[in-house]
């Protein structure tokens, strides 16, 4: 197996004798609350390429849910891994200093889109870096109440679960939620969530913070954030208009509230640029920061203008956070992005929306197409002008792709996400869309 395979190899059925074997161990010993979508069980994985216990290989296409931004075991990531792990694996940033960390805020600091100082807090995940958004803005606004959006995905532990609201299932059963949390409609314009024209659907949904939240909810003085992807991602690959975004700027510069970026999975190169918000000309106050970022270590970041991080000694702190393992992978995972990687991502993204768009025509199941850089996008519908969303047979086009070799994940209702890693080259996306229209075409067939 290497970097540059474009075509999976399968020998066995799937999953094969080893991968049964284990999955029959996992269903007594884990925690049944994983949503596992198919029986894939990795033995390694080079660059956009995944090899099961069985020896089948794959295409993969969903990067470990957009986490392995410079591909799987990419040679810099692993050699800076291996070498601090030589030195040392642990000694908690919270208590003592270790340069990996400084110069992983310093490196974080020369790219984050975030206007004057930047000053980075280190946690482990995506939702450690949204729990410290929601505290941070609290402390600094001494406000108590916030706003996130209809279909946004922001993590599972309390807070930004209470943030959260991509599918019931996420939150049913963990009640009450943290209080002071508000939702809007966001600018999902080929399903207005308003019933609106495309063309007024951004704007509407701007206004309808203004016109409802904050004249019938709370009092704009009263907010502290506006928790907002700039990319929706578990909500379908979502991409709003720049005016969207930047209408939302403008809302929250009059009212004094905080705008908080959360690029957990659109950022670190994916979109085309270091961080999505980057396209709409957008400087958020905070951006929450994971997945990407250190290219399969375990690493969150709340980055902040340094006028807002002002904390004192111990408000807010984590014992394993920017760990100096998880820091070394990171400014490696930078590094590749700056040099060549984020340019791939742009590259190679409008390829393979240009093949999957072409697909269109031929797929009645494709409803809408859409994306930035290799974060795309594909919702597929029963009925083109009702729209009616294609759930079962989103998922069964899933299957058919793994069946051929391609690894995707699921997004919102109906999607399907492609969220390679940046590695990924034109031949592989040509891969891709090649199998992604065999599998539609199995499931239409199947549909008649």
Not at 124 to 140: D, H, P, Q, V, W
Request: one cysteine or more.
């Amino acid at each position: 197996m290497t970097l540059m395979n474009t075509t999976p190899q399968l020998n066995t059925p799937l999953p094969g004798p080893k991968a049964k074997a284990i999955i029959a161990r996992d269903a007594h010993v884990v925690s049944p609350s994983y949503t596992r979508g198919y029986p894939l069980v990795i033995e390694r994985g080079y660059g956009a390429m995944v090899e099961d216990v069985d020896g089948n290989v794959f295409l993969d296409c969903a990067a470990g849910i957009a986490v392995t931004a410079t591909g799987h075991s990419h040679p810099d990531v692993v050699n800076a891994i291996t070498e601090q792990a030589q030195r040392f694996l642990h000694m908690s940033g919270t208590d003592f200093y270790y340069e990996a960390q400084v110069k992983l805020a310093e490196d974080l600091a020369a790219v984050v889109p975030i206007d004057g100082g930047v000053r980075s807090f280190f946690g482990n995940s995506g939702t450690e870096a949204i729990e410290a958004c929601i505290k941070l803005a609290r402390y600094a606004t001494k406000r108590d109440n916030l706003i996130a959006f209809l279909g946004g995905f922001h993590g599972r532990t309390l807070g930004a679960l209470s943030l959260t609201a991509s599918k019931a299932i996420q939150r049913r059963g963990f009640g009450p939620m943290m209080p002071g949390v508000y939702h809007a409609p966001y600018a999902d314009c080929y399903r207005c969530p308003l019933g609106l024209k495309s063309e007024s659907c951004a704007a509407e949904c701007i206004d309808y913070i203004e016109d409802q939240i904050f004249l019938h909810l709370v009092s704009p003085d009263e907010v502290a954030a506006i928790v907002v992807e700039p990319i929706q991602g578990e909500g379908g690959y979502v991409v709003p208009p720049d005016k969207f975004i930047q209408r939302l700027r403008e809302l929250t510069t009059t009212h004094g509230i905080l705008l908080v970026a959360d690029e957990v999975q659109s950022g670190m190169g994916r979109s085309g640029k270091m961080f999505a918000i980057e396209h709409t000309g957008v400087r958020p106050d905070m951006i929450a920061i994971a997945k990407g970022i250190a290219s399969g270590m375990p690493l969150g970041v709340a980055a902040a203008r340094a006028d807002i991080m002002t904390w004192p000694p111990g408000a807010h702190a984590s014992t394993f956070g920017g760990n100096p393992v998880s820091c070394a992978a990171a400014v490696a995972t930078i590094k590749l992005l700056k040099a060549r990687l984020i340019a791939n991502a742009a590259e190679v993204g409008a390829h393979l929306m240009a093949a999957l768009k072409a697909l269109e025509g031929k797929h009645p199941l494709i409803g809408d197409v859409r994306g930035r850089g290799l974060m795309i996008g594909v919702e597929l519908v029963r009925d083109r002008k009702t729209k009616e969303r294609a759930t079962d047979e989103r998922d069964a086009v899933v299957t058919a792709a793994f069946e051929r070799g391609l690894l995707l994940l699921g997004a919102g209702r109906n999607a399907i996400r492609f969220s390679p890693p940046l590695v990924l080259s034109k031949a592989q996306a040509d891969t891709a869309a090649r199998i992604f229209d065999e599998a539609l075409t199995e499931v239409e067939k199947s549909r008649r």
